[in-house]
């Protein structure tokens, strides 16, 4: 275990005899650990041989003060023998961290995705800077990742009231952290989609789990994979709350399947939704009987 001289604080100054008097600390928590994934995949942008964890060093009590610094389980041998490789990716961590909570910190929404393409871009720099490879071959973090662990961040101080604030403050620099910067899975599939395609066709899908309630989606089995569908077919779905269509996890759907497959601007899938329009018949699984082995 490697200490990497990396310490930071989180300080949330919070508004006495207010509010549930557990957010402060579910917010801390869920915070550390949208901070420690992110840390992860940092790290993965200059190496992928090791994971560095968080340990908490103290913490105050008024307003809430904690200090973390992170180490690395198993680093590889070729980085023990150079010994300012820890200190430089702690470095690169701080920086990495308070550009991003900066940057969200500036902003009140994202509405174009070359504003995330420049944060990877400065990323990607800071980790260039490192010079901790041998080859040049820094990877950037994927913007789809990138966002994702904005928004982890963001969703951790939800607990919070309004009156509370958060901040972050390292050797680089203090900055509040942007607790308002709401970044729903809908407007990161937005930033990413660059076409959308949907399709309609009848598709023979095996049900893994019903929603007996109605209120949330199916998961059923298409083309090899589990998809969440929502069923939209209500004559069908009455029928088979009312007890009127017997179906059990294992039987099959013969249905129209709506499809809307969105691909990003390199082309991979980045999201797929799924609706049940009209369900034709029930097709109902072999019952296999064993023969009972006491029987002549």
């Given at each position: ?160 009231i309004k009156e509370d604030k958060v901040s972050y403050i390292s050797s680089e620099g203090t900055t509040e952290i942007n607790s308002n910067l ?71 759907i013969k249905a129209n399947l709506n499809e809307k497959i969105s691909y990003g601007h390199d082309g991979q899938i980045v999201h797929a939704a799924?609706?049940?329009?009209g369900v034709e018949e029930v097709i109902h699984a072999l019952k296999i009987i064993q023969p009972d082995i006491f029987d002549e």
């Amino acid at each position: 275990m490697v200490d990497i001289d990396s310490q930071f604080e989180i300080y949330i100054d919070f508004k006495p005899s207010e509010g549930d008097p557990s957010r402060v600390f579910r917010a801390m928590a869920d915070l550390v650990d949208s901070l420690k994934e992110l840390d992860t995949e940092l790290a993965s942008m200059v190496s992928i041989s090791f994971k560095p964890e968080l340990y908490l060093e103290e913490i105050e009590g008024g307003s809430i003060r904690a200090w973390f610094h992170a180490v690395i389980d198993d680093l590889p041998d070729e980085a023990l023998k150079e010994g300012s490789f820890a200190k430089v990716l702690g470095h690169f961590l701080l920086k990495a961290k308070y550009k991003i909570l900066k940057w969200t910190n500036e902003k009140e929404k994202i509405e174009h995705i070359q504003e995330i393409k420049e944060l990877e871009g400065e990323l990607l720099t800071l980790a260039e800077e490192t010079d901790v490879k041998q080859l040049p071959a820094y990877k950037p973090m994927e913007t789809e990742r990138l966002l994702s662990h904005i928004n982890s961040i963001n969703n951790s101080l939800v607990p919070l009231i309004k009156e509370d604030k958060v901040s972050y403050i390292s050797s680089e620099g203090t900055t509040e952290i942007n607790s308002n910067l709401a970044i729903s899975n809908e407007i990161i599939v937005e930033l990413l989609t660059s076409e959308t395609i949907e399709t309609n066709g009848v598709r023979i899908l095996k049900v893994k789990k019903p929603d007996f309630l109605g209120e949330s989606k199916w998961i059923l089995r298409y083309q090899g994979h589990q998809i969440e569908a929502k069923i939209s077919d209500l004559k069908w779905l009455r029928s088979y709350q009312g007890q009127q269509e017997e179906l059990q996890p294992g039987d099959s759907i013969k249905a129209n399947l709506n499809e809307k497959i969105s691909y990003g601007h390199d082309g991979q899938i980045v999201h797929a939704a799924y609706e049940v329009t009209g369900v034709e018949e029930v097709i109902h699984a072999l019952k296999i009987i064993q023969p009972d082995i006491f029987d002549e």
